[in-house]
């Protein structure tokens, strides 16, 4: 059955379909939820999913339950190990505890990579780049 579907980006995914799955989107969120559908333009639906986010060896979870991701705002896409899931050496703490944490972590992010933007561009000759969320 699987050799009468083309192999495209969106036939690559038939196999991902009800499988745990990790989505990084091109803000820089992880999504983490099983993969119920999905269409020709690789849009996604995710059920049960959370939204992770990480400090140090620290993360927290935020639910979110059904998602619908437009295709083209996803970088990376992957199955995760349900055997290997539980052996990660993270602690889970609250979200609300770890959130400014990590919307620090964003903004000095954002410093950093503005700054690399104004050398390239004053220094070496680059052009600016596109507007926010055109990282990818």
Not at 17 to 31: A, E, F, I, S
Not at 51 to 68: C, D, K, M, P, S
Not at 106 to 127: N, P, S, T
């Amino acid at each position: 059955m699987d050799s009468l579907i083309p192999f495209t980006t969106s036939g690559a995914l038939v196999d991902c379909v009800d499988r745990k799955m990790l989505v990084v989107l091109r803000d820089g969120r992880k999504l983490h939820g099983v993969l119920r559908s999905y269409d020709q333009f690789a849009n996604l639906v995710l059920e049960d999913t959370v939204e992770r986010i990480y400090h140090g060896n620290a993360f927290a979870e935020h639910w979110h339950g059904l998602f619908l991701i437009r295709g083209e705002n996803v970088v990376l896409l992957g199955e995760i190990d349900l055997d290997q899931e539980d052996d990660i050496p993270l602690r889970q703490v609250d979200y609300n505890m770890l959130d400014p944490y990590h919307k620090r972590d964003i903004a000095d992010k954002k410093v950093r990579e503005d700054c690399k933007a104004r050398v390239l561009y004053e220094q070496k000759g680059f052009c600016k780049e596109g507007g926010e969320g055109d990282g990818y």
